[in-house]
């Protein structure tokens, strides 16, 4: 993910030494970020703040920058992991659909961007052809990707046993399925 841009000196200090303070002020935050008018910046900082209905309004924000983005993704509340799986897809995403319907390989650059992705890599382990992207992929934190790893038919045999032992149920329940098991 990329990283994110710094604030001006003096704020970056402010905004550090008052991360802990935020709790007291999370009403005026609320009402910022329900007007959109939270620079891109702070996200990073509020997406690690305690407040769960705050960092719900920050998924919802359309500036959110790609290392807010990772934080919500891998919040320990699943709630904020949904809204924040739930944004809009990303342009890299959405292209990689269009050429995927189209039967288009990706170039290696590419699929290293999408992979990017949260939902990039979800698609690419549903959509691939390329069994070595697959076997890549059953390594995911997410269980959604190695779910759709199990499910598809281009996966290895050698992929598909190691998923076998998977620790989420919903993955073996997917090798189960699986025409080649």
Do not use: C, Y
């Amino acid at each position: 993910m990329t990283e994110r841009s710094a604030p001006p000196e003096p704020l970056e200090k402010i905004v550090s030494s008052a991360a802990s303070d935020l709790e007291s002020d999370n009403e005026v935050l609320k009402d910022a970020l329900a007007a959109g008018i939270v620079a891109p910046w702070l996200l990073e900082v509020l997406a690690r703040n305690a407040d769960l209905e705050l960092r719900l309004l920050v998924s919802r924000q359309p500036h959110l920058n790609d290392a807010a983005l990772e934080v919500l993704l891998l919040s320990d509340e699943e709630t904020v992991r949904e809204a924040a799986r739930a944004r809009p897809l990303p342009k890299a995403v959405l292209d990689w659909l269009e050429r995927a319907e189209r039967g288009d390989d990706l170039t290696a650059p590419e699929l290293e961007r999408l992979l990017r992705h949260d939902h990039g890599r979800f698609l690419v382990a549903r959509h691939s052809r390329s069994k070595d992207q697959l076997e890549a992929l059953r390594s995911s934190e997410d269980w959604r990707v190695r779910q759709a790893v199990a499910l598809n038919v281009n996966t290895s045999p050698t992929t598909l046993g190691a998923l076998a032992a998977d620790s989420d149920k919903d993955v073996r329940i997917a090798i189960a399925a699986h025409s080649h098991t």
